[in-house]
C-alpha cells in the first residue's frame, strides 16, 4: 500500500514558477513509476510528466516540456513538479501517481494510487 500527500498548489501570476511535492509512504517507492497528472475544469485528466521506476527516464507531455521538470529524491520518498514560466492554461487539478514498476509514460488506467490533488491557478 501507498500513500500519496500532495502539496504546493496555490495562485500565481503568468511567467510565475511553482514546485509541487507528492510524499509517498512506504518502503517500495523505488518500485513505482511516478507521474503527475492535470484536469482543468470541463476536460480529461492528462499526463503531464513522468519518471520511470528505476529513474531511467522521464516523460513531458508538449505542452509543457522546457517548462516543467519532474525531479526525485528518494531519501526522502518525494517526487516533485518544478513548474516554470506558468500560463493560464496550465490551470487545473494537479494528480500525483504511481504505476507500480512502470515506464516513465502511463495512462489513468495503469495508475496503482493516486494523490488527493492539488488546485494550481495561473492568472493572466
Known amino acids: 500500500q501507498v500513500q500519496l500527500v500532495e502539496s504546493g498548489g496555490g495562485l500565481v501570476q503568468a511567467g510565475d514558477s511553482l514546485r509541487l511535492s507528492c510524499a509517498a509512504s512506504g518502503r517500495t517507492f523505488s518500485s513505482y513509476a511516478m507521474g503527475w497528472f492535470r484536469q482543468a475544469p470541463g476536460k480529461e485528466r492528462e499526463f503531464v510528466a513522468g519518471?520511470?521506476?528505476?529513474?531511467?527516464?522521464?516523460y513531458y507531455a508538449d505542452s509543457v516540456k522546457g517548462r516543467f521538470t519532474i525531479p526525485v529524491d528518494n531519501a526522502r520518498n518525494t517526487v516533485y513538479l518544478q513548474m516554470n514560466s506558468l500560463k493560464p492554461e496550465d490551470t487545473a487539478v494537479y494528480y500525483c501517481?504511481?504505476?507500480?514498476?512502470?515506464?516513465?509514460?502511463?495512462?489513468?488506467?495503469?495508475?496503482?494510487?493516486w494523490g488527493q490533488g492539488t488546485q494550481v491557478t495561473v492568472s493572466s
Open positions: 519518471i520511470s521506476w528505476s529513474g531511467g527516464g522521464t
Open positions: 501517481a504511481a504505476h507500480y514498476r512502470g515506464s516513465y509514460y502511463f495512462t489513468v488506467p495503469l495508475v496503482d494510487y
